[in-house]
């Protein structure tokens, strides 16, 4: 089965921090970019950071840049996202996604995990 | 940064009825656009890619169109399950940037 699994969301202390990791299965996973985006609670999607598929180029939103850091194993078929000094505002639920591969510089995405929920407060 | 602007934020529409929302984008994104379904609880859905064209196994009635600066989504005849939250995306820039989301409530 084509699918990602979210999993390491929990409670942190702002200025701590916390790996998010995401299991795909189902697709030839080296061959796409992955990305992460969020969601805070009642609020809209915002796009976090991405990963080539080779794990050479990565991206990030302004937000978080210097902040996380977006990784990938392919031997394990595993995306990573490691949150450093995490605040109030980190609070959301993150998803992974898969590249659609409809973009010459930029990503949709076509399969989406469950999401897992980090929640950032003292 | 791109920025994309939904309207209507909010609609109100009956089974059967034609539903038409909107995505302005701040500067030209070509056709380098998605649209998604979200439903409550759950993670978004790839209805529409490169604006126009429909996702696989997403039904007919889905359908969009524009380039450019101004896209639409248009759902033809909204059935039961077609209530949820829409949002657009572009991706002409990998500085990914999302529409701030159209709820389609009952009416």
């Known amino acids: 089965e084509v699918q990602l699994l979210e999993s390491g969301g929990g409670l942190v202390q702002p200025g701590g921090s916390l790996r998010l990791s995401c299991a795909a299965s189902?697709?030839?996973?080296?061959?796409?970019?992955l990305s992460w985006v969020r969601q805070a609670p009642g609020k809209g999607l915002e796009w976090v950071s991405a990963?080539?598929?080779?794990?050479?180029?990565?991206y990030y939103a302004d937000s978080v840049r210097g902040r996380f850091t977006i990784s990938r194993d392919n031997s394990k078929n595993t995306l990573y996202l490691q949150m450093s000094s995490p605040r109030a505002e980190d609070t959301a639920i993150y998803y992974c996604?898969?590249?659609?591969?409809?973009?010459?510089?930029?990503?949709?995405?076509?399969?989406w995990g469950r999401g897992t929920l980090v929640t950032v407060s003292s | 940064d791109i920025q994309l602007t939904q309207s209507p934020s909010f609609l109100s529409a009956s089974v059967g009825d034609r539903v038409t929302i909107t995505c302005r984008a701040s500067?030209?994104?070509?056709?380098?656009l998605a649209w998604y379904q979200q439903k409550p609880g759950k993670a978004p859905k790839l209805l529409i890619y490169?604006?126009?064209s429909l996702q696989s196994g997403v039904p007919s009635r889905f359908s969009g169109s524009g380039s450019g600066t101004e896209f639409t989504l248009t759902i033809s005849s909204l059935q039961p399950e077609d209530f949820a939250t829409y949002y657009c995306?572009?991706?002409?820039?990998?500085?990914?940037?999302f529409g701030g989301g159209t709820k389609v409530e009952s009416k």
């Open positions: 500067q030209g994104i070509s056709s380098f």
């Open positions: 990963i080539s598929g080779s794990g050479t180029y990565t």
């Open positions: 189902g697709f030839t996973f080296s061959t796409y970019a």
């Open positions: 995306q572009q991706l002409k820039s990998y500085l990914i940037t």
């Open positions: 996604a898969k590249d659609g591969d409809h973009g010459d510089y930029g990503w949709d995405f076509d399969l």
């Open positions: 490169a604006a126009s």
